[in-house]
């Protein structure tokens, strides 16, 4: 993805909220990078324990935030997605340095932010942002999570290109604005950034079975997988009980043609991650999973899957065990 | 719940995997409760740590489990759910001192455990706990999850009444066995147990939205709510960005007429805890979450939410915050 963002000449600020790790953290400072996205102002003061200093808090604003800030703006460079320009004057009083606004962008489906559409409200975030000397407008930011619906990588990049639409046509509006543009499915296929500035995805870090199945990436490129022990075999159901629940893997859920599944089966060797056609998670309780097994397929004393959303996979961990056996922590609980 | 225990004449071993908290297991101490049950080794290990030293592993035994187990018995009385009678072998050659075997009984549907009426594997079960001078039998456990799908009171009951038929003919067969009973749905509704000797439920601790909608508790009888910042109000949408997602509240959802709710909005006072009719969460990602505000309706700013399911919203938080501002710290991650 780094490679991506410079070979067409974007800017490169990660999401960490999937890996929530210091240690992973650094694989990324190795590849040039210098400026992150995190999800809440708790994640960005662990980040910024570790020396990051330039931190975009990729959620809306609330006053509540305002601790935080007052600590994290000590040692890192801020910038803040808003939509209520009350809140920059009140930002301003609050904090001591200056900070940068971003405004998020509804695409028109009533998630977080400021509709595409609604220049009245754009206009009043700028010019709040020009007449307060604490604040620089700092670019327009959108993330559809629509793409993830999407059910091939032709409907995602499809669906991305429509995004990239009403981005050009902010761009032309506002042509100093940065752009900046969130979701994996969209930076994962596409080519042609258009007006896009910046590149801001964080689950591409893992990527898990729902990517796959968009189409976003293949099997190969899932760096994320629960090993779960076998528990319980009860052929005369196909099915196979192991110890793995929602508290190990979060709820999450995918269909998968008429099947509901929250994990698949997967075997992995030296030559690479296969899946197991037909052992998909087919429920969740709260420790115990319940493993689909076809009729004949041999079962052993653990199971690995590939997790349908790893963001919520990881977060339920304390650290990842890499396939050398060497323990990464990570961040615990938001 | 002990009361009615104590009422019916019937043991008293409270399933300790929603609260995971040595404070809240002390309240349990103070009613006279004594063994209790948990759904992992490590979560037995946690409350050995506190001196609890009689604990069921309500979960299908399976070797990987031994290590935790040889450290456990140097403290504790275990009781194993065994579904395997080579298991019963196994564990007398790993372990040093005498266990108790539970045999879980699937009732019809595949979970784990022993389909009541496979009288094979029950028998040889038996058979390898009378041979083996470490093990004793100690009784029939029955969990049926399908309480939880209840759409009333009166459905549930009826349910649980299935499955007591299910226990009395059990019963009838082996009469020196224990019978064994676990879900809240039915410890909260029945008065009448019939043969069962021993009710585990763990949920009633706290209860939820889910417990309220079966009918086995009142609203007011919930104690664990989720206090989330309001962030953005969408009022075109009907809608309020809360902060408060997948990693605070689990995905768990519940169709509640014909909405799909993650989570209800009350309103709490001295009084008591009163329904925010409409006021819902519609969706979850993994820090966002929307709540449905009807026009009209006030937005403070904060948001009381009543979780879906109330085991999996406490597995991701490191401690609870009484009504008067005390922190109860519990177990992390499983």
Redesign the interface.
Known sequence: MASKAKNCNISFTPHF?THQSLTIGNWFRDEGVRAITV??AGMASYFASDGWDDITIA??????MIPALIHLEKTTRLRLFL??PQDIELLKQQLKNPFRVIIEM?PGY????T?FRDFQTIEKLLDACEKCNMASFSGFYIHD?RTYQAKSPASAADHAKTVLNILAALKSDYPQASIIFGDTPSASLLNDFGVVDEITPGNFVFYDWMQVQIGSCSLDDVALFCLL????L?P??E?L?V?GG???L???SIQVGDRISYGQAVSMDSSGISLLDGMYLSSL????G?LMVPKGREVT??VTICPVHS??TA????SYITTTGKRIEKR???
């Open positions: 909220k999800s809440s959620f809306p604003f609330f006053p509540g939509h209520n509804d009533g998630r977080s932010g509709h999570g022990p076998s528990a319980q009860r005369e159901y099915k009980i110890h929602a508290v190990h979060s709820k999450d309780s709260q420790e115990h319940i004393d653990s963001c919520l977060n339920l961990h304390d615990i609980l938001s």
